[in-house]
């Protein structure tokens, strides 16, 4: 594995998730993109699973987007009456293009030109 996307996904602090040194060459780039009206995310546990990414030396990056609820790639979600959920296409384009850049540049970035 060389690269970990995760959109709206859970975040804390893992559990019991054995913790491992991230920093090796090789690792994985991890990518997060969050939105900040997540009700299932909470402040606390997206600090602790920071907290736990500084902690095992990862590479990782995240882009949270204010007012973005859960489910924000998902145009159906435009018609899903909860309020956790909501479909936001700002947040789905530019997380999809960060996603697409990081694929990139570790799975093909000195065998293909980026177009």
């Given at each position: 594995?060389?690269?970990?996307v995760?959109?709206?996904?859970?975040?804390?602090?893992g559990g019991?998730?054995?913790r491992?040194d991230?920093?090796?060459?090789?690792a994985?780039?991890i990518?997060?993109c969050?939105g900040d009206?997540?009700?299932?995310i909470s402040?606390k546990?997206?600090?602790?699973?920071?907290?736990q990414l500084?902690?095992?030396?990862?590479r990782?990056?995240m882009l949270?987007?204010?007012g973005?609820?859960?489910?924000?790639?998902?145009p159906?979600?435009?018609?899903n009456?909860?309020?956790?959920f909501?479909?936001d296409?700002?947040?789905a384009?530019?997380?999809w293009s960060?996603?697409?850049?990081?694929?990139?540049?570790?799975l093909?970035?000195d065998s293909?030109?980026?177009e």
């Open positions: 594995v060389c690269v970990v995760s959109f709206h996904g859970i975040l804390d602090d019991n998730v054995t491992a991230l920093s090796a060459s090789g994985p780039l990518l997060m969050h009206a997540d009700p299932f402040a546990g997206r600090a602790e699973c920071e907290d500084r902690s095992c030396r990862a990782w990056e949270s987007f204010g973005v609820r859960h489910g924000f790639t998902n159906a979600q435009a018609l009456d909860n309020p956790a909501g479909y296409r700002h947040a384009r530019l997380s960060a996603a697409e850049e990081v694929l990139w540049e570790s093909c970035r293909v030109p980026m």
